[in-house]
């Protein structure tokens, strides 16, 4: 167990619609990362939130957006899914104090995204 | 994108004998990590090696980690059957954790 939550588990939408994915971050942890793993494939960087603002994007469309929360929960909302967008959605939090960070990133146990 | 590469794609051993796996990726790296993950669910960080060091063990496994040849080798002694899973290497070039994962070694290890 890694304290890191996400919800929901798993998911089923159509072409077109939007998504909220949900993670809860590990306590005391104030930087989130976004991944998508795709069936086979290792996970690819989407962003990461620290304290609240993108600190980072990976080579996804604007489509793809987040929010971290003052407790420093997150969401990935994906806007007009295609069916490329069917992946496991992982989220990993961490602690960065300054010009120093804990180098060990938490997983959560992802959210199975499948679009129809 | 994927950093790099890892070989062997599938690999499948009996318990008790040793696994190795490798990873070889593109760019210069603050750090290596490697990860494993069971059945498609949440990634398990296993070791991480500085771009300063060349070799570290942790229990059974042992990582080697070559810049010079941007590679990186994760060894896991006397293998068990709860090993089985996939493992990942993925780099981190900022120091801020913004990973950039292989494309796995599914190990089976048979009882």
């Known amino acids: 167990e890694t304290g890191v939550t996400q919800s929901p588990t798993h998911l089923i939408k159509t072409r077109g619609q939007q998504v909220t994915l949900r993670c809860s971050s590990q306590?005391?942890?104030?930087?989130v990362s976004w991944y998508q793993q795709a069936l086979g494939q290792g996970p690819q960087f989407i962003f990461q939130?620290?304290?609240?603002?993108?600190?980072g994007r990976g080579n996804f469309p604007p489509r793809f957006s987040g929010l971290q929360f003052p407790n420093y929960s997150s969401e990935l909302n994906v806007n007009a899914l295609e069916l490329d967008d069917s992946a496991l959605y992982l989220c990993?939090?961490?602690?960065?104090?300054?010009?120093?960070?804990?180098?060990?990133?938490?997983f959560g146990p992802g959210t199975r995204l499948l679009v129809l | 994108s994927q950093q790099g590469e890892e070989d062997p794609q599938a690999l499948s051993i009996q318990e008790g004998e040793n696994a190795t796996m490798n990873c070889s990726y593109k760019?210069?790296?603050?750090?290596l990590q490697w990860y494993r993950q069971n059945s498609g669910r949440g990634l398990v960080h296993l070791i991480l090696?500085?771009?300063?060091?060349r070799e570290k063990h942790s229990g059974r496994l042992r990582v080697t980690l070559d810049t010079s040849k941007k590679s990186s080798s994760l060894l896991i002694t006397a293998s068990r059957a709860a090993d089985t899973a996939s493992y990942f290497c993925?780099?981190?070039?900022?120091?801020?954790?913004?990973?950039?994962f292989g494309t796995g070694t599914r190990l089976l290890v048979s009882p």
């Open positions: 760019t210069s790296i603050n750090n």
């Open positions: 993925a780099t981190d070039d900022t120091g801020f954790q913004k990973l950039v």
């Open positions: 306590s005391g942890h104030n930087t």
């Open positions: 090696i500085r771009s300063n060091e």
């Open positions: 939130y620290y304290r609240e603002e993108e600190n």
């Open positions: 990993a939090s961490s602690l960065v104090r300054g010009q120093s960070y804990q180098e060990t990133q938490y």
